[in-house]
């Protein structure tokens, strides 16, 4: 064990809302140590369906949510343009939606201060052809789309700005509490080496979404969350440039966003026993095609590219148990939970629930109570402060990559990942300030993988680019096996992940084209097996029990229907 460091505050989680936690924190001037278990937004935050909320979706229903989303939405635009595409988003009543709920929806927007206009239904058709022809009515709200990764990194590097300390890969396991039940310390494991760092913190924050039951464990409190699992599909093509909702009560596969080159259908909610162990089933996934054609009839005329799953960080504890049976009954609010006042615990809050797109104010809140804790009047600046990083403060657009990959002279020779017009030069630059890492974690900072061709090409050029760089001493130093074998290793954990993604869906022509990138892969290119189904402790990987059952699971599937 390594000698123990003391912090004012130790955040437990790196998602979204550990990051802006751990960026309001150290703005308000105490010294912060941000630990992840995995990569930073590799839970949730990077698992989700990539909607700023405009606050539409909850006006009937929780007009408080529908506000918090709105403002949080304005903000988010002022501070991290770069993370943003402004889509714009529209509501629209298919014949399936009761009168009722349409008729309501434009009054409700009004009271909730989200901006809500009727369109005629031709102008949209005219804007988004692909739409179902036969949707009665539209109104247009400020949705937009949310890059994850991008503000995640914007927001921890202006907290590393203020001396906070960011670190990834580093599990919190287990904490020792005095006799008057203060938290003295924290243990945290390095997942790459095993090494204990003992951490002795003044204030313990658990922002470890649909795990903060485990964490508070650790201080032997009990917590119960039921986390809600939904599925997500994702096409190949933006067959709508605006992000598009049903006009009715939320339900399965009703909103289609459209993501940097691809379109995401979603989502799905089952509540799970365990966040890590869940998998997809074809059910569900007939039941999002099911619903999607609704709103756009053509949906089995497009390529699906993959299936994905998160789970939302719900709080069942103080829920009536008809309300946890069924997982969209529960509440999607934020909620701060002072294990002191609950459990005696003086120096643990946990913060639970709530939205990417409210995570800002989620933080803003949860730092308010922490600084009360600990005598600090420092007041929150994260929502007039603009993140580092935002170019010339415009939200992204489709095109922007090229556009920039042109500025700088065009051509393709030099793109590693041609979908997502990653060149050698991003990739370098990205090495270079994250080795050591995974392709998985270039895929979250570069989106490497993440287009049409899933890593088809991209994998192979990158793990060339890695392999040159380790056998030419040109990445920067670090504690890691880099045999050609470790390099191989992580192109295989790479393109295990993606191929995974791609058995939930795998019927009609969408399995023929599996079973020729399965011969490619394996009689080709000697790839002995993408079964092997288990993330390799290889440089940075995700240590994975969590997706063993799921690959079991799509594994099933695919034997079902060959
Ligand atoms: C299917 C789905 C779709 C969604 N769509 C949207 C959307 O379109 N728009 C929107 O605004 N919101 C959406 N949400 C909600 C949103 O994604 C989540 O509320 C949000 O990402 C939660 O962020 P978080 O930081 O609280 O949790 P997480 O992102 O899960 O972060 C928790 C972190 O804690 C870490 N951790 C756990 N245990 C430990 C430990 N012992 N030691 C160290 N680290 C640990 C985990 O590795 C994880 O990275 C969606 C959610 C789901 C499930």
């Not at 949310?146 to 914007?154: F, K, M, T, V, Y």
């Not at 393709?412 to 995974?438: K, V």
């Not at 490497?448 to 040109?474: D, H, K, N, W, Y």
Request: one cysteine or more; a negative charge; hydrophobic letters at 40%.
């Amino acid at each position: 064990m390594s000698t123990t460091l003391s912090v004012d505050v130790l955040i437990i989680g790196g998602g979204a809302t550990g990051a802006g936690l751990v960026r309001d924190l150290a703005r308000r001037g105490l010294r912060c140590l941000l630990v992840d278990k995995g990569d930073l937004g590799s839970g949730t935050s990077g698992r989700h369906h990539g909607l700023l909320h405009s606050g539409g979706r909850y006006v009937v229903k929780d007009a408080l949510a529908a506000r918090e989303c709105i403002d949080e939405n304005r903000i988010l635009r002022r501070i991290a343009p770069a993370s943003i595409e402004d889509t714009g988003g529209y509501f629209v009543a298919t014949p399936d939606d009761p009168e009722e709920y349409v008729e309501t929806f434009a009054a409700a927007c009004l009271a909730s201060g989200v901006p809500c206009e009727e369109v005629p239904v031709a102008d949209l058709l005219r804007r988004e052809p692909a739409l179902h022809p036969s949707i009665r009515r539209a109104f247009r709200v400020p949705d937009g789309a949310l890059e994850p990764w991008q503000l995640i990194q914007a927001t921890v590097a202006d907290a590393r700005s203020r001396g906070a300390e960011i670190w990834p890969y580093q599990r919190a396991v287990a904490m020792e509490l005095t006799a008057g039940q203060r938290i003295v310390s924290v243990d945290i494991a390095d997942e790459r080496s095993g090494s204990i760092t003992r951490v002795a913190p003044r204030f313990v924050v658990s922002a470890s979404g649909a795990w903060a039951g485990a964490v508070a464990g650790l201080a032997r409190i009990k917590l119960s969350m039921a986390p809600g699992k939904g599925t997500m599909l994702i096409f190949n093509q933006r067959m709508t440039d605006a992000v598009i909702n049903r006009c009715h009560r939320p339900a399965d596969g009703d909103i289609m966003v459209p993501v940097h080159e691809v379109a995401i259908l979603g989502t799905t909610e089952i509540t799970v026993e365990d966040p890590d162990r869940y998998g997809i089933g074809r059910e569900e996934v007939a039941q999002l095609m099911v619903e999607g054609r609704k709103l756009f009839p053509d949906l089995d005329r497009m390529r699906l590219l993959r299936a994905y799953a998160g789970v939302r960080p719900l709080y069942k504890d103080d829920q009536p148990a008809a309300k946890v049976e069924d997982g969209r009954e529960i509440s999607r609010a934020h909620l701060i939970i002072d294990h002191e006042s609950r459990d005696g615990v003086g120096n643990f809050v946990s913060i639970v629930g709530g939205k990417i797109t409210t995570h800002r104010l989620m933080a803003e809140q949860t730092a308010d109570a922490v600084c009360a804790k600990l005598g600090v009047t420092q007041p929150c600046t994260t929502a007039e402060e603009v993140l580092p990083g935002q170019g010339d403060a415009r939200s992204y657009w489709l095109g922007h990559r090229l556009a920039e990959h042109e500025e700088d002279g065009g051509g393709d020779a030099d793109l590693i990942c041609e979908c997502e017009m990653l060149t050698r030069a991003g990739l370098d630059s990205f090495l270079d300030a994250r080795w050591p890492c995974s392709l998985d974690d270039v895929r979250r900072g570069t989106r490497l993988g993440m287009g049409p061709c899933q890593g088809g090409f991209c994998t192979f050029r990158a793990a060339g680019v890695i392999a040159e760089r380790s056998a030419t001493g040109a990445l920067p130093a670090a504690p890691t096996d880099l045999s050609p074998d470790a390099v191989d290793r992580m192109r295989l954990d790479f393109l295990a992940e993606r191929f995974r993604g791609t058995r939930p869906i795998a019927w009609g022509r969408q399995l023929q084209e599996l079973w020729i990138m399965s011969g490619l892969y394996t009689g080709v290119l000697g790839v002995e097996s993408l079964d092997h189904g288990s993330p390799s402790p290889g440089p940075g990987s995700t240590p994975g029990s969590a997706d063993r059952p799921a690959v079991a699971a799509e594994r099933e599937l695919t034997h079902a229907q060959r």
